[in-house]
């Protein structure tokens, strides 16, 4: 190297060194160009221009007047490489210097020593970078921090740790890995672990062990950072942090992204509390609210609507029914949805009830796997009193995995805490039925059927009665026996309760006489249904015998008592009977005599 190459690369290293002693700020482009202008001139060269690699190429940083050239990439390049006019030169941390020579004056010597001092003045300025950044990234950290601490959302956590990262490192991928307990409704870049190990290694082993874990790649030029979101009580997921073009980690940057995924942890876990006790606090008032209102010796069908609209809203639930088993059967209660009374509920109603009597546990399926069937998510949870079923509730879903096993265990403590108040409804409304229940028959008792005219003559406008009597029921007990005559009392109420509606009333009116009253009924619908009665006890009994009915219709023009339709009625049955039994007779007065008021 020529004493005039020394000299020209004194003078450059003197007037780095003048800048760096002058400069307290960190690099930028201010450095790189002064460092061009400087080049330019002790070199006497055309053009002078700094680039940068980012990713896949050269970036221009700085450059010298109308210098517009670029630089190609190659993943390989030699420290000196000189063209005809041209010297480009390696620096490090990825920076290059390209020198436009109008002359070719300095030999390799030189520039590799160029190459050198470069090197250091543009380390010395990134260096001041880094130190700069990490100052910001510490407040960033205390600023993320305070944020954390002021709230208590768990996808707030989540947001706040990706912009902080994304701010702090704008040239970085991140994603989170979180574990299938957690959910997001933000747009976050969120990945959920891969239990079965098809997936990153590295991020399950950060996710278990609660270290740091990173991989490096050679082909793609990458480094992968697994830090855990890691709290006191666990692990709650873990940040993967993508660095382009690196080889291997960034000390400092490592221990900021621990930091911050540490912070977040701990945010994390205090908002998991949180939530789990304002969970625990609704999950008590609502059983607390629901013991309370089974408490109010609520009548049967109130208490079940009441259990089935409380699942429903409380779990989201499409369907919900509720049965009681006996040694008679299992029976649906009232409350139940519509879908159980459809012929498509028998196949969930098998599963739950063979698994429930089986275990007297409750069912959890999340998922039945079968094939077109309707729904996919099913609990069944049995009602037991004194280690005996006394019945199941059950829920289903259409989706697969709709109901948590929180939520499981809340509807299996509701069932529990309601199972007395439901019984003691049934057992209630049991007794109520036996006292307006004839014993025999099961029809309604004649209190009962005089208390529901009686309401009817005071709220409808027109109702029919109908009073029966079994033709020569004496000849029956006396041929037959009083047990078959039990029993042909017993087919005869069972056509009747056949042929009457849910609003209709039949009653065992004493003895071998029974009524049915049918309010709002005109008098032809009630002749027509007498006469129908009447053809199926003929055709429907056996031994076979017949019945004749006496058919009194009122209305509100015509203001009427009890006592004086039923007369009426009795008066229509014995014309039925002169007439030749086996028919009915509606009343019209002037057919039948001897009436009274």
Same mark, same amino acid.
């Not at 007037?15 to 700020?25: E, H, L, N, T």
């Given at each position: !190297?020529?004493?005039?190459?020394?000299?020209?690369?004194?003078?450059?290293?003197?007037?780095?060194? *003048?800048?760096?002693?002058?400069?307290?700020?960190? #690099?930028?482009?201010?450095?790189?160009?002064?460092?061009?202008?400087?080049?330019?001139? #002790?070199?006497?060269?055309?053009?002078?221009?700094?680039?940068?690699?980012?990713?896949?190429?050269?970036?221009?940083?700085?450059?010298?007047?109308?210098?517009?050239?670029?630089?190609?990439?190659?993943?390989?390049?030699?420290?000196?490489?000189?063209?005809?006019?041209?010297?480009?030169?390696?620096?490090?941390?990825?920076?290059?210097?390209?020198?436009?020579?109008?002359?070719?004056?300095?030999?390799?010597?030189?520039?590799?020593?160029?190459?050198?001092?470069?090197?250091?003045?543009?380390?010395? @300025?990134?260096?001041?970078?880094?130190?700069?950044?990490?100052?910001?990234?510490?407040?960033?950290?205390?600023?993320?921090?305070?944020?954390?601490?002021?709230?208590?959302?768990?996808? %707030? +956590?989540?947001?706040?740790?990706?912009?902080?990262?994304?701010?702090?490192?704008?040239?970085?991928?991140?994603?989170?890995?979180?574990?299938?307990?957690?959910?997001?409704?933000?747009?976050?870049?969120?990945?959920?672990? =891969?239990?079965?190990?098809?997936?990153?290694?590295?991020?399950?082993?950060?996710?278990?062990?609660?270290?740091?874990?990173? *991989?490096?790649?050679?082909?793609?030029?990458?480094?992968?950072?697994?830090?855990?979101?890691?709290?006191?009580?666990?692990?709650?997921?873990?940040?993967?942090?993508?660095?382009?073009?690196?080889?291997?980690?960034?000390?400092?940057?490592? +221990?900021?992204?621990?930091?911050?995924?540490?912070?977040?942890?701990?945010?994390?876990?205090?908002?998991?509390?949180?939530?789990?006790?304002?969970?625990?606090?609704?999950?008590?008032?609502?059983?607390?609210?629901?013991?309370?209102?089974?408490?109010?010796?609520?009548?049967?069908?109130?208490?079940?609507?009441?259990?089935? =609209?409380?699942?429903?809203?409380? @779990?989201?639930?499409?369907?919900?029914?509720?049965? #009681?088993?006996?040694?008679?059967?299992?029976?649906?209660?009232?409350? &139940?949805?519509?879908?159980?009374?459809?012929?498509?509920? &028998?196949?969930?109603?098998?599963?739950?009830?063979?698994?429930?009597?089986?275990?007297?546990?409750?069912?959890?399926? /999340?998922?039945?796997?079968?094939?077109?069937?309707?729904?996919?998510?099913?609990?069944?949870?049995?009602?037991?009193?004194?280690?005996?079923?006394?019945?199941?509730? +059950?829920?289903?879903?259409?989706?697969?995995?709709?109901?948590?096993?929180?939520? @499981?265990?809340?509807?299996?403590?509701?069932?529990?805490?309601?199972?007395?108040?439901?019984?003691?409804?049934?057992?209630?409304?049991?007794?109520?039925?036996?006292?307006?229940?004839?014993?025999?028959?099961?029809?309604?008792?004649?209190? #009962?059927?005089?208390?529901? $005219?009686?309401?009817?003559?005071?709220?409808? &406008?027109?109702?029919?009665?109908?009073?029966? *009597?079994? *033709?020569?029921?004496?000849?029956?007990?006396?041929?037959? /026996?009083?047990?078959?005559?039990?029993?042909?009392?017993?087919?005869?109420?069972?056509?009747? !309760?056949?042929?009457?509606?849910?609003?209709?009333?039949?009653?065992?009116?004493?003895?071998?006489?029974?009524?049915?009253?049918?309010?709002?009924?005109?008098?032809?619908?009630?002749?027509?249904?007498?006469?129908?009665? +009447?053809?199926? $006890?003929?055709?429907?009994?056996?031994?076979?015998?017949?019945?004749?009915?006496?058919?009194?219709?009122?209305?509100?023009?015509?203001?009427?008592?009890?006592?004086? !339709?039923?007369?009426?009625?009795?008066?229509?049955?014995?014309?039925?009977?002169?007439?030749?039994?086996?028919?009915?007779?509606?009343?019209? %007065?002037?057919?039948? !005599?001897?009436?009274?008021?």
């Amino acid at each position: !190297m020529t004493s005039h190459s020394e000299y020209i690369l004194l003078s450059i290293k003197s007037s780095f060194f *003048d800048y760096i002693s002058s400069q307290a700020r960190p #690099y930028s482009r201010h450095a790189a160009e002064y460092a061009v202008s400087c080049l330019q001139s #002790y070199l006497s060269a055309e053009y002078v221009s700094f680039f940068k690699r980012k990713e896949d190429q050269y970036l221009l940083i700085a450059a010298s007047s109308h210098s517009y050239h670029t630089v190609p990439f190659r993943q390989k390049r030699s420290l000196i490489e000189r063209t005809e006019s041209r010297v480009d030169l390696m620096l490090s941390e990825g920076f290059l210097l390209s020198v436009t020579e109008k002359e070719h004056v300095f030999d390799e010597d030189f520039y590799r020593l160029l190459i050198k001092e470069c090197s250091l003045f543009l380390a010395h @300025f990134q260096r001041l970078q880094k130190k700069t950044d990490m100052e910001k990234n510490y407040q960033e950290l205390y600023a993320l921090t305070k944020r954390l601490h002021a709230t208590m959302n768990k996808d %707030e +956590v989540l947001n706040q740790l990706i912009l902080s990262l994304q701010k702090m490192f704008p040239d970085y991928l991140f994603y989170l890995f979180l574990s299938h307990d957690s959910d997001s409704s933000h747009q976050l870049p969120v990945k959920e672990f =891969d239990y079965e190990g098809t997936g990153s290694e590295s991020a399950m082993e950060a996710y278990l062990t609660g270290e740091i874990k990173w *991989d490096a790649s050679e082909s793609s030029n990458q480094v992968v950072l697994y830090a855990p979101l890691k709290g006191n009580q666990g692990i709650y997921g873990v940040v993967e942090v993508t660095q382009q073009n690196r080889s291997e980690l960034d000390e400092d940057e490592t +221990v900021m992204t621990a930091s911050l995924a540490e912070a977040a942890g701990h945010a994390l876990e205090n908002a998991k509390l949180y939530e789990q006790s304002k969970k625990l606090v609704s999950d008590l008032q609502l059983i607390n609210e629901t013991s309370h209102k089974l408490n109010k010796n609520l009548r049967l069908i109130d208490t079940m609507t009441f259990m089935s =609209d409380r699942m429903i809203r409380s @779990f989201s639930a499409d369907e919900t029914g509720f049965f #009681y088993t006996s040694s008679e059967g299992t029976r649906m209660l009232p409350g &139940s949805t519509s879908f159980f009374h459809t012929a498509e509920a &028998s196949f969930y109603l098998e599963i739950a009830e063979r698994r429930v009597r089986q275990e007297l546990e409750g069912v959890f399926i /999340g998922d039945l796997k079968v094939k077109d069937a309707a729904f996919s998510s099913l609990i069944a949870i049995p009602m037991v009193q004194r280690d005996e079923l006394k019945g199941f509730a +059950v829920i289903l879903h259409r989706n697969p995995y709709a109901f948590t096993f929180e939520m @499981f265990k809340l509807m299996q403590s509701l069932i529990h805490h309601s199972t007395l108040a439901l019984m003691n409804s049934m057992l209630r409304e049991e007794l109520e039925l036996l006292v307006i229940t004839d014993h025999l028959t099961k029809l309604y008792s004649r209190n #009962y059927l005089d208390d529901s $005219v009686q309401h009817s003559l005071k709220t409808d &406008s027109q109702g029919v009665f109908i009073l029966m *009597d079994i *033709d020569d029921f004496k000849t029956v007990n006396d041929t037959h /026996g009083h047990q078959t005559g039990d029993d042909i009392l017993i087919q005869v109420a069972g056509i009747i !309760m056949n042929s009457i509606t849910e609003s209709d009333v039949g009653a065992r009116w004493g003895g071998e006489e029974l009524a049915v009253y049918l309010p709002q009924a005109d008098p032809r619908y009630g002749i027509e249904l007498a006469n129908r009665i +009447v053809d199926s $006890v003929q055709n429907e009994t056996f031994p076979s015998v017949t019945i004749s009915c006496g058919v009194a219709h009122w209305t509100a023009e015509e203001p009427e008592s009890l006592k004086r !339709m039923i007369r009426r009625a009795d008066q229509a049955l014995y014309k039925a009977k002169e007439n030749g039994k086996n028919c009915a007779v509606f009343y019209e %007065e002037s057919e039948v !005599m001897h009436e009274t008021s």
